[in-house]
């Protein structure tokens, strides 16, 4: 599977049960398919573990453990390669496809476990794991998202939306 294939599964999600439509598009795929899908997913995730990425995070959730943060990057993922690739680039760049209301993507746990419970109904077992060369902390200058001041400055569209509680 190439990237692009990967991206073409992931592109044009709905907003409402992504996961359910995810599952949907994986059924598909062979065994091989699978694999790869999830090892391009797998790294996708880890790219986007990123300082300036978090607290793009904190900003709009009002708070992000780390936890929260995986699910946070497994919704970026799911809403397609131009935005999760504009996120990385700019991090801000999220002001512009959310409102204050409109965050449902970003608690996206279930997207990170598709694979895994497509390929163990289809063939049995989990699906084997790639090499796991994720990051052991974000990359990128570490800021502290509890600064106003700072936040302003650096997610200036993010902090209109979200920072003025």
């Known amino acids: 599977m190439t990237e692009a294939e990967f991206w073409a599964l992931m592109d044009g999600l709905p907003d409402e049960d992504r996961a359910d439509a995810l599952s949907v598009r994986l059924q598909g795929l062979s065994q091989d398919a699978l694999v790869e899908y999830q090892q391009h997913f797998d ?4 790219q986007a573990y990123r300082w300036d990425l978090w607290n793009a995070a904190y900003v709009i959730l009002g708070g992000c453990s780390d936890d929260s943060f995986m699910d946070f990057r497994y919704g970026l993922i799911s ?28 608690y996206a746990e279930e997207i990170g476990y598709v694979a895994n419970e497509v390929f163990e109904d289809r063939f049995g077992g989990a699906i084997p794991m790639g090499d796991d060369d994720a990051p052991l902390k ?12 700072l936040c302003a400055q650096k997610l200036p569209r993010l902090w209109e939306l979200f920072g003025k509680r």
Do not use: M, N, Q
């Open 43 to 46: 790294r996708f995730h880890g």
């Open 79 to 106: 809403c397609g390669r131009k935005t999760y690739e504009s996120a990385l680039r700019d991090p801000d760049s999220l002001a512009s496809i959310l409102s204050g209301e409109d965050k449902e993507w970003t």
């Open 138 to 149: 974000p990359v990128g200058e570490e800021w502290d998202p509890e600064d106003p001041e």
